[in-house]
């Protein structure tokens, strides 16, 4: 079975611009989650999708991040325009369940330069 | 929301000693602490979890224990190898009702 994969695997972009990542959770899973890893500091939420549904995205720093999962399937996260403090290692995580064992992703490292 | 704290942020063993990492969390109601592993280059996997019913798991050379009082729990890894030097990271939720929080991590190195 294949796990939850990221895309792409780094990403360098210039301020101003913008950037999509790309995550496919693990088959049949609906909960899909977006998390992001700053140099040194926690594993932030960011956002929550049921479905096609966003559950919760009360981690969403601003309005310059737009995540999607149209079908329910795959989800994107857009960030534009990016800004320095956005870079960071940006996870994608899926679960059966919601607040239960969930999957990550490789991650993806944004560096806005 | 849960706020969770976890200490040291990094931490040096040599080959065959005990490591043990700790994490305090905030919202009483938290029921599910999963502990992840990331090694370089990988995300973040699973290696073992703890349910706020019991208070003890052991699974091999790794066990957690969970004081729901205290709110604090830990991660105890023994006769550690290099090949458990990695970033832990822990993380409590309400199952099936929230979202996990996770702490800052902790950078393990086993030293041969």
């Known amino acids: 079975e294949a796990g939850v994969t990221q895309f792409p695997s780094h990403s360098v972009i210039e301020k101003g611009q913008t950037v999509t990542l790309r995550c496919d959770p693990i088959?049949?899973?609906?909960?899909l989650y977006w998390y992001r890893r700053v140099m040194g500091k926690e594993i932030k939420f960011l956002l929550h999708f049921v479905k096609e549904s966003k559950q919760d995205e009360s981690g969403m720093p601003n309005n310059r991040f737009l995540a999607e999962r149209t079908g329910g399937t795959y989800s994107t996260l857009k960030v534009q325009p990016a800004e320095l403090e956005d870079s960071g290692v940006y996870f994608c995580?899926?679960?059966?369940?919601?607040?239960?064992?969930?999957?990550f992703g490789q991650g993806t490292r944004l560096t806005v330069v | 929301g849960e706020n969770v704290e976890q200490h040291p942020s990094t931490l040096s063993v040599q080959e065959g000693d005990s490591a043990v990492i700790k994490c305090t969390y905030s919202?009483?109601?938290?029921?599910?602490f999963p502990w992840y592993k990331q090694e370089l280059g990988k995300g973040p996997q699973l290696i073992i979890d703890i349910r706020s019913n019991v208070g003890e798991k052991k699974d091999q050379r790794i066990a957690v224990t969970l004081n729901k009082t205290a709110k604090h729990f830990s991660l105890h890894i023994t006769e550690t190898q290099p090949e458990d030097s990695a970033v832990y990271f822990c993380?409590?939720?309400?199952?099936?009702?929230?979202?996990?929080?996770f702490g800052a991590g902790t950078r393990l190195t086993v030293k041969p």
């Open positions: 993380a409590a939720s309400i199952s099936h009702n929230n979202d996990m929080r």
């Open positions: 995580a899926s679960s059966q369940l919601r607040g239960a064992e969930a999957f």
């Open positions: 919202d009483s109601a938290s029921n599910y």
């Open positions: 088959s049949g899973h609906d909960n």
